[in-house]
């Protein structure tokens, strides 16, 4: 937990993802195109990434797949289906904008 948590406070906003993950490629392009500087760790190209991904399935309530996890401001706030929805419904810049990540 300490682990995530450390990773998760590094930037405004992390992004633990796998790298032949489509939907991790998704939310990774859609904050990039919203011009968002955000720390992607790909699980299944780091040392600790197995401990990493039981930790992050049991923030995310037992998902099968932890991945994508997204923190906004050291944060979880989730993963595909949340971020989408925060944006869809125009909360996602006002959050991004709080945390730092973006100044538009």
């Not at 600790?48 to 932890?66: A, D, M, T, Y």
């Not at 991945?67 to 944006?87: C, D, K, Q, W, Y």
């Given at each position: 937990?300490?682990?995530?948590?450390?990773?998760?406070?590094?930037?405004?906003?992390?992004?633990?993802?796998n790298s032949?993950?489509?939907m991790c490629?998704?939310?990774?392009?859609?904050?990039?195109?919203?011009?968002?500087?955000?720390?992607?760790?790909?699980?299944?190209?780091?040392?600790?990434?197995?401990?990493?991904?039981?930790?992050?399935?049991?923030?995310?309530?037992?998902?099968?797949?932890?991945?994508?996890?997204?923190?906004?401001?050291?944060?979880?706030?989730g993963s595909?289906?949340?971020?989408?929805?925060?944006?869809?419904?125009?909360?996602?810049?006002?959050?991004?904008?709080?945390?730092?990540?973006?100044?538009?």
């Amino acid at each position: 937990m300490d682990k995530v948590n450390k990773l998760a406070s590094q930037r405004a906003v992390v992004i633990f993802s796998n790298s032949s993950c489509c939907m991790c490629h998704t939310v990774t392009s859609l904050f990039s195109g919203l011009g968002v500087n955000a720390a992607v760790h790909e699980l299944d190209r780091e040392p600790q990434g197995k401990e990493i991904e039981k930790v992050l399935r049991k923030l995310l309530s037992g998902r099968n797949s932890p991945v994508p996890a997204v923190f906004i401001g050291g944060r979880l706030v989730g993963s595909t289906e949340n971020i989408m929805t925060l944006h869809l419904g125009g909360d996602l810049i006002p959050l991004l904008k709080s945390a730092g990540a973006i100044w538009l």
